[in-house]
């Protein structure tokens, strides 16, 4: 081999060379920049749900009840998820969970169908269920109630 291919070989791996580290460079700035954006949104999401945004959610068990229709032979069945002012209240609300239950027995059999086939109605249900549940616990635990699953039958 000539001195000069030897030259046009080497120059050749050296520009590949450096194409190959700017595009390592160019990716690993662009993963920075994302993994910085990601940081900053999770905080803003932490900020949102400590000022007005959607607070932890506490699961609970279906219920089964009959509604107050003559005959008695329609009933309910709802799943329902209440959204918690602060997610240390999720323990309190664990340890009360019979009273929490039993509220909200109480309230459902109260209902008819016709009621519960509005949306209004539904609503209606949903306050009315808050409103006993923060009288129960003594402060505004409960922010709002999602229903998961409900089912008239």
Do not use: C
Not at 82 to 111: C, F, H, N, W, Y
Not at 140 to 148: A, F, R
Request: glycine share 8%; net charge positive; no cysteine.
């Amino acid at each position: 081999m000539s001195k000069k291919n030897i030259i046009i070989i080497a120059g050749v791996l050296l520009i590949v060379l450096a194409v190959i580290g700017g595009g390592f460079f160019m990716l690993w700035q662009k993963l920075s920049a994302l993994d910085k954006t990601q940081t900053e949104e999770s905080s803003k999401s932490s900020e949102k749900t400590s000022h007005g945004g959607m607070g932890p959610v506490f699961a609970l068990d279906s219920f089964i009840v009959n509604l107050s229709d003559q005959g008695g032979k329609r009933y309910l069945r709802v799943t329902m998820g209440l959204e918690l002012g602060d997610p240390k209240l999720a323990e309190e609300l664990t340890k009360r969970l019979p009273q929490v239950r039993d509220s909200i027995l109480m309230t459902l059999p109260s209902r008819k169908v016709d009621e519960l086939q509005t949306a209004e109605g539904k609503s209606a249900l949903r306050s009315e269920i808050v409103s006993n549940l923060n009288e129960l616990l003594g402060k505004e635990t409960v922010k709002k109630i999602y229903i998961t699953e409900f089912v008239i039958q």
